[in-house]
């Protein structure tokens, strides 16, 4: 258990979970730069499919204002500065450059789902699907025979530049046999593999793909894995969450667009634009948290006055993702808006070790930031402090840069 | 002889067997899974409350419903108030409506030779997540619902949204579906009047009536339902022979050698299961028209999808009309679950028929868990002799393309059915 414990205090407190929020002029000069010439260059290459984001946008009875604004916000997520607003819109407009093999294997089709279906039509989901969606099992019309052909002929013609999203564990036992797909009978493993070969980067997306998810919950019936042990020898981006939020994954599709690049990761290989937030730290109902108010019970007082789930084995406070800002379903809600507590999705196997109902209180697991012990009520207020960045969602909007930097000092 | 290799929603793969150029056999295979019961062995109950949504990314809502049923009914003696049965009941309803709307335009559209309509069916089933989102706090995904009730509290705000989401997609269905006031479809008994407007749906079935496609698709004539409440009957039919009497021990799943899903049936019998099934034994008037010209026929099936988006809708509207949101929206229940040992079923009807849970727990430990998925009675494969529910439906065609609408007006999907 002493074990268990350390391994996860060290998880939780490693350097590559801090990020930094404001680099400096020069650094952000010469990335603009970068960006810029990649754009330009991207222009000049031919396009992916016929659809233009003006066109979409005029159809969807979307005007030029709204996509600027949903460019700032883009901004703002990928914490850039906010004179790199009209790069994201450009950057957009270029998507179709970039085309996207969705591959789905050991899932359960529920991050299709989020970003595919009911997300939409935002901005976010128009610019992924219309544009540079290339091939997807789930949504294409295409089946059988005529799928793999349209799968083969995207992977010839745009070799190298593509990237591959997965969506999925890979099944390892029984040599693969839990899993075939296709007319030619290839085993998960070995279509994920070809598939890889000429991609330009992996994203896998939902917990499934990064950390073997559902599938490999104990006794890890399937042998389920990861693309990150398969893969190897490409740049890998793990977008994790059970479903992974829609928005982070356009806004790691955007960051090839703008970069070339797969952009800056956690220890986790998690990019820390959205995942260098605790849910713990910018959690509606922290200030409850603060004030010692907690749910005791489900439906009782505490509850009807959305006071702090902690006690009811919310794992906000070791849960790394910005669904407290992003929200989903368009913003709309998110699990602890409903008063459910978070389960802390995006770790890895959360499925074994965070499931229902097992408040953090009565583990010996440690938190983060040091602090939370044994039972809740024995530390005094405030104890757990911010991780390292106290961002606000208005804060957010405006210029990010200069101020993070106050904040973070702040709070430490 | 094997015609084509079909890929359905997740995967599976289709073998045509022909016999003087007609489908004589269909062998249908589901070629992965990911042993989800044995991962529930030795769990802590309640844990499956959050890996068993995680089933399936399109109907993990019912999942969610069913799992909380079985593991309600493991206790002799337990209060769900009213307010959470509502609650529990809307956020599915939702999730129909949602599935529905997508199978509509995305799958059944581009079978009968049109563009497929990606934002029409965003545009709707959006509104119904956003609608489960209020309730749940995300969709997919949801664990909202818990033992003795659901942990959300909802406002007099909440529910003003969850109005405007039920009549946006109101509003979307009536101009682009069927063209005429949505309450006045739910009355109509006459498909011909069905036919006489501009929406899709007399778009979709003007093609079935001038292709001649009407006594496409027929299969037993056998329907089940076993998710009852307050809107779906549950009982079987044969025809138009209802009885109400469904002992789950008359369930059979049984291995099939070739495939990863189990077959499954009642009383060694196949039954179809979905909005037909439930239309069925509901007497839905426009459907019951449609029976008895065309009987089990692609029309019907497709006519109870699409009509069942419209009572759903109307039906939640009245819903949510009974939700007091002074109620408790948890009872606690008299026992802790680790005190438990007894076993539980729970059923509820999934967009694409019933789904059934059984649970055995040990001292609130799952010591067995079992999930029967719809889609295992529409697809399962039977023998020649024997043949499913979609195989029946299918032999004697000529045409693969037209076996393949056949098999998609069953709205098959492969997710959980490998669960």
Redesign the interface.
């Known amino acids: 258990m002493v074990e268990r414990r350390e391994a996860l205090a060290k998880m939780f407190s490693a350097k590559g979970s801090k990020i930094n929020t404001n680099r400096g002029t020069e650094y952000y000069d010469s990335l603009m730069q970068t960006m810029t010439k990649r754009l330009n260059e991207l222009e000049q290459t031919e396009v992916a499919t016929k659809n233009s984001i003006a066109n979409v946008l005029e159809?969807?009875g979307l005007d030029r204002r709204d996509f600027m604004k949903w460019a700032s916000a883009t901004c703002a997520a990928l914490m850039l500065p906010s004179n790199f607003t009209p790069l994201i819109a450009k950057a957009a407009e270029l998507m179709n450059r970039v085309p996207v093999i969705w591959l789905?294997l050991?899932?359960?089709?529920?991050?299709?789902?989020?970003i595919?279906?009911?997300?939409?039509?935002t901005i976010d989901?128009l610019i992924l699907?219309?544009i540079s969606l290339e091939f997807n099992?789930?949504?294409m019309?295409a089946?059988?025979?005529q799928?793999e052909e349209h799968l083969e002929e995207a992977m010839h013609t745009f070799k190298g530049k593509y990237l591959c999203v997965v969506e999925g564990s890979i099944?390892t036992g029984m040599n693969g046999f839990?899993?075939?797909?296709?007319?030619k009978?290839e085993t998960?493993e070995e279509h994920l593999l070809h598939v890889a070969k000429d991609a330009a980067a992996m994203v896998a997306v939902g917990t499934c793909a990064t950390f073997g998810?559902?599938?490999a919950?104990?006794?890890?019936?399937?042998n389920?894995v990861g693309v990150q042990d398969i893969v190897k020898g490409k740049p890998i981006i793990n977008i994790p969450a059970?479903?992974a939020n829609p928005s982070n994954i356009t806004g790691t599709i955007l960051h090839f667009v703008l970069t070339g690049q797969i952009p800056e990761l956690d220890h986790l290989n998690r990019p820390k634009f959205a995942f260098g937030y605790r849910i713990h730290d910018n959690c509606e109902r922290r200030a409850h948290f603060d004030a010692g108010e907690f749910v005791e019970?489900?439906?009782d007082e505490g509850?009807?006055n959305?006071f702090c789930l902690y006690k009811m084995g919310c794992k906000g406070p070791m849960t790394f993702n910005n669904c407290s800002i992003v929200r989903?379903?368009?913003g709309?809600?998110?699990?602890?808006?409903?008063?459910?507590g978070c389960?802390g999705?995006s770790e890895p196997q959360f499925?074994d070790k965070y499931?229902?109902?097992?408040p953090m209180a009565d583990t010996h697991f440690k938190a983060p930031t040091g602090g939370v012990e044994k039972t809740v009520d024995e530390f005094g207020l405030g104890l757990l402090t911010a991780a390292g960045i106290g961002i606000g969602i208005h804060a957010a909007a405006s210029a990010i840069a200069g101020k993070k930097e106050e904040c973070k000092e702040g709070a430490e | 002889m094997i015609k084509?290799?079909?890929?359905?929603?997740?995967?599976a793969t289709l073998d045509f067997n022909f016999k003087d150029e007609k489908i004589e056999f269909v062998d249908i295979k589901f070629?992965?899974?990911?042993?989800?019961e044995?991962?529930l062995k030795?769990?802590?109950a309640?844990?499956?409350?959050?890996?068993n949504p995680?089933?399936?990314?399109?109907c993990?809502h019912a999942h969610l419903i069913a799992t909380v049923k079985a593991l309600e009914s493991c206790y002799k003696d337990i209060k769900i108030s009213k307010k959470a049965e509502i609650i529990r009941e809307l956020t599915l309803n939702f999730e129909l409506i949602?599935n529905h709307f997508?199978w509509f335009y995305?799958t059944l559209f581009?079978l009968f030779g049109f563009k497929?309509e990606?934002?029409k069916?965003?545009?709707a089933?959006?509104l119904m997540?956003?609608a489960?989102?209020?309730?749940?706090?995300?969709?997919?995904?949801?664990?909202?619902a818990?033992v003795?009730?659901v942990?959300?509290?909802v406002t007099s705000m909440d529910i003003v949204k969850i109005h405007s989401y039920i009549d946006e997609t109101i509003k979307f269905f009536e101009k682009n579906v069927i063209d005429v006031d949505v309450e006045k479809f739910i009355l109509c008994d006459n498909v011909d009047m069905a036919l006489n407007s501009e929406g899709d749906l007399p778009k979709i079935l003007k093609e079935i009536y001038e292709k001649e496609w009407l006594e496409l698709g027929k299969s037993y004539d056998r329907f089940i339902v076993f998710g009852g409440n307050s809107y779906f009957k549950s009982g079987k039919s044969h025809k138009t022979r209802v009885s109400k009497k469904l002992p789950f021990e008359y369930v059979k799943e049984e291995k099939n050698k070739s495939s990863?899903a189990k077959n499954v049936s009642f009383k060694d019998k196949y039954y179809e299961v979905g909005p037909l099934s439930r239309a069925m034994l509901k007497k839905i008037p426009l459907i019951k028209d449609s029976h008895r010209r065309y009987g089990d026929s692609i029309l019907s099936r497709i006519l109870a999808r699409v009509c069942e988006m419209a009572q759903l809708l109307n039906h939640s509207k009245a819903l949510l009309k009974e939700l007091d949101i002074s109620e408790?929206?948890?009872?606690?229940p008299q026992v802790d679950i680790s005190k438990i040992s007894a076993s539980g079923v729970g059923a509820v009807e999934a967009a694409r028929g019933s789904l059934i849970h059984k649970v055995e727990l040990e001292e609130g430990k799952i010591k067995n868990y079992e999930i029967i998925t719809p889609t295992q009675w529409n697809l399962a494969g039977g023998s020649r002799e024997n043949q499913g529910i979609s195989q029946k439906a299918m032999v004697g065609l000529k045409d693969e393309k037209i076996a393949e609408l056949v098999f998609k007006t069953f709205d098959v999907c492969s997710?959980?059915t490998t669960h």
Not at chain 1, 178 to 183: E, L
Not at chain 2, 46 to 51: E, G, Q, R, S
């Open positions: 159809a969807e789905e050991q899932d359960c089709a529920g991050n299709s789902e989020a595919l279906r009911s997300d939409a039509p989901e699907e219309v099992e789930t949504i019309a089946a059988g025979h799928a099944p839990y899993g075939t797909i296709g007319a009978g998960f998810g559902v599938p919950a104990a006794p890890n019936p399937t389920a059970c479903p019970e489900w439906g509850a009807k959305n989903y379903n368009e709309v809600n998110w699990p602890i808006g409903s008063g459910h389960i999705c499925w499931a229902q109902e097992r | 084509l290799i079909e890929k359905i929603e997740g995967e070629n992965s899974t990911r042993g989800v044995n991962i030795g769990k802590n309640l844990d499956a409350l959050v890996i995680r089933v399936c990314g399109i993990g949602h997508k995305l581009p497929q990606v934002l069916a965003s545009y089933s959006q997540g956003k489960i989102a209020t309730f749940g706090g995300q969709y997919p995904h949801t664990s909202y818990v003795g009730g942990v959300c509290d990863y408790a929206s948890y009872i606690e997710v959980c």
